[in-house]
Every structure is written in C-alpha cells, then in structure tokens.
Nanobody, 124 residues
Framework: QVLLVESGGGSVQAGGSLTLSCAASGRTISDYTMAWFRQAPGKEREFVAAISRSGGSTRIADFVKGRFTISRDNAKNTVSLQMNSLKPEDTAVYYC?????????????????WGQGTQVTVSS
C-alpha cells in the first residue's frame, strides 16, 4: 500500500490560489491512478480531479473545471493540485488518493489508499 501525505493547504481570500502537493512513499505512484477528493463539513467526500498513471489523461469535476489543474511527477513520486480563482464553497479538507486500476475513476470507494487530508479555507 502506498503512503500519501498532503501539504500546501491554508487560508486564502476568494479569488486567490493555492497549490496542494501529495508526496507518496512505500511504492511508486507510476503504478497508480491518482486523485484528489474533498470533504466539506457536513457533506460527503466528493471527487475533484484524477490523473492517469502516465499523466496523459485527466478527469476534472465540473464545479472546478477551468480553475483547478491536476498534475503528477512520477520521478518525484508526487501529485499536485493547482487551485486558482478559489471560492468560499471550495472550503474543505482535501485528500489525495491512489487507485491501482489503470482506469481514471471518480468513485471514492474504488480508491485504495488515502492521505490524512489538508485543510483549505477560502474567505469571502
């Protein structure tokens, strides 16, 4: 099982930007589809973005499309989420996740490994 640690969260004003990073250890992430999910207080964990093993294919949730970008560096064993034009409704704990499937999937129950999460707070 791959171990995942997120970083880069924080507080920002609406319209600002943050970049989240996910560092993996224990296994190489080139064997995994990687994704970001988020969970706001009182809500279910929801899919944000995912990227294929090679980085050649991505899926982005409609509510962040055009604002968020997922990328990966297999040589560094890291995955990033660039978040621009942040809105108060983007406030949540953001989680990095790994899926051993070659498919780029969005269902959270299909992901095998999870990080502990990093808090993102966007104020208006």
């Amino acid at each position: 099982q791959v171990l995942l640690v997120e970083s880069g969260g924080g507080s920002v004003q609406a319209g600002g930007s943050l970049t989240l990073s996910c560092a993996a250890s224990g296994r190489t992430i080139s064997d995994y589809t990687m994704a970001w999910f988020r969970q706001a207080p009182g809500k279910e964990r929801e899919f944000v973005a995912a990227i294929s093993r090679s980085g050649g294919s991505t899926r982005i949730a409609d509510f962040v499309k055009g604002r968020f970008t997922i990328s990966r560096d297999n040589a560094k064993n890291t995955v990033s989420l660039q978040m621009n034009s942040l809105k108060p409704e983007d406030t949540a704990v953001y989680y990095c996740a790994a899926d051993r499937s070659v498919l780029v999937r969005t269902a959270r129950w299909l992901y095998d490994s999870w990080g502990q999460g990093t808090q993102v707070t966007v104020s208006s």
